[in-house]
Every structure is written in structure tokens, then in C-alpha cells.
């Protein structure tokens, strides 16, 4: 699981020969040229990969997707809802050094100690939390104005001041 990040979600058919639309969060407009393959989760911790034949950008965060041996608008369908990852070395290619997704694979720093890599970033309107494993559970850090302190990429560290008994819920 840490070597992949999922970059959003294949959410309907296009045309008649099993093209698929990929709404992104990759944070700029792109159209993945050079990207060989993509990940499709089957089951949980199950990524299949699936060989890119074309693409074409739709808008800012979606793109038409071609996939080998996807040839129909019924073998795409089953497709739908479906979650797509990247390597690591590919999401770093591919993702603006901007964008709330940049932040996946970060330990998070709180009072000088690392409390978790970030393994999923939900954005909302106005702050972005970042899903991490705290004590085998899943705990949700937000991130805004009042808890960023610092974000160090070249080090791979996110530094927060959380409110006190924020991270307590999840032990």
C-alpha cells in the first residue's frame, strides 16, 4: 500500500469503444503522456495494473482513458466506481507540488514527534484532512491555517500543531 497513491476514480463510459473518464487529483491539467500503466483496486490491498493506449484531456481534472483490452462500452461499465492508483515514482511525476494530494506519503510531525505517513487526502471546503494509521486505527489530521505549521517535501515531513486531545480519540 505505501508504494501506491490513488489519484481518483473512473467515473463513466465514453463512446462506443470502452473509453473511460478519470476525475483526478492530481492537481493540474494533464494528460498522463508517458504513463505507461494504471492501478485499479480489485479488492482491498489488490491492485491490478491496466496498460494506458490513449488518452485525452477532458478538462483541469478529468481524462479520457483508453485501456487495453477494453473495447466496449459494456466491459467499460464494469469499471465504474473504481478506485486508480499510481506508483509512487509515477505520482511523483504526474502530481503538481501544489496540489492537497502532494501531501500522500508524508510523516506527520506533531510536537516533535512523527505520528503517521499519510496514506489518503480528503479535500473540503475549507481545510484538507489527512488520513493516517495511529495505533492500527484510522485517524483523521486536519490540515488549515491554525494547524500547518510546516511543509518540509524535501525531507518527506508535514509539521502540525494539533488542539489538545485531538489525537487521544484514537487511542
Request: with cysteine; glycine share 6%.
Amino acid at each position: 500500500m505505501n508504494n501506491y497513491f490513488k489519484i481518483g476514480r473512473l467515473v463513466a463510459t465514453f463512446g462506443l469503444d470502452g473509453q473511460l473518464t478519470l476525475v483526478h487529483h492530481l492537481g493540474k491539467k494533464t494528460s498522463l503522456k508517458g504513463l505507461e500503466n494504471i492501478f485499479i483496486e480489485e479488492s482491498t490491498d489488490s491492485f491490478i495494473p491496466y496498460f494506458i493506449t490513449a488518452t485525452k484531456i477532458k478538462n483541469e481534472n478529468e481524462i479520457y482513458l483508453q485501456l487495453e483490452g477494453i473495447t466496449s462500452k459494456e466491459t467499460a461499465a464494469k469499471f465504474i466506481r473504481k478506485e486508480v492508483w499510481l506508483t509512487r515514482e509515477d505520482f511523483k511525476k504526474f502530481s503538481s507540488a501544489n496540489a492537497p494530494v502532494s501531501l500522500l506519503g508524508l510523516m506527520i510531525v506533531h510536537n516533535d514527534k512523527p505520528i503517521g505517513e499519510v496514506v489518503e487526502v480528503i479535500e473540503q471546503p475549507h481545510q484538507v484532512l489527512c488520513r493516517i494509521l495511529l495505533n492500527g486505527k484510522d485517524a483523521f489530521i486536519p490540515i488549515h491555517e491554525h494547524t500547518l505549521e510546516k511543509i518540509d517535501k524535501k525531507n518527506g515531513t508535514l509539521y502540525v500543531n494539533l488542539p489538545d486531545g485531538l489525537l487521544d480519540v484514537y487511542k
